[in-house]
Nanobody
């Protein structure tokens, strides 16, 4: 199993950018698809983006396409989420996740979760 720690969240004005990072520990990082989810107050956790173990395939929820980019660095065992053109509706706790593949990431079960990092976008 892989352990995940997110960072990079914060308060930003609408239209701004943040880069979220997720540091993974464990020798099996390179074998997992990695992803990001978010949960706003009073809402269910939702899928945001995922990247395959090799990095060649990515998937995004429609509301972030063209604004967010997921990437991974195997040498650093880290996955990133570059968030641009942020909107107030992007405000949420963002969670990093690991799963067998992108399809499993979206449907479950997710193998590992981080504790989350807060992103707040002011209007």
């Amino acid at each position: 199993q892989v352990q995940l720690v997110e960072s990079g969240g914060g308060l930003v004005q609408a239209g701004g950018s943040l880069r979220l990072s997720c540091a993974a520990s464990g020798r099996t990082f390179s074998t997992y698809a990695m992803g990001w989810f978010r949960q706003a107050p009073g809402m269910e956790r939702e899928f945001v983006a995922a990247i395959s173990w090799g990095g060649g395939n990515t998937d995004y929820t429609d509301s972030v396409k063209g604004r967010f980019t997921i990437s991974r660095d195997h040498a650093k065992s880290t996955v990133y989420l570059q968030t641009n053109s942020l909107k107030p509706e992007d405000t949420a706790v963002y969670y990093c996740a690991a799963a067998r593949d992108i399809a499993t990431m979206k449907t479950g079960p997710v193998g590992s979760w981080g504790r989350g990092t807060q992103v707040t976008v002011s209007s």
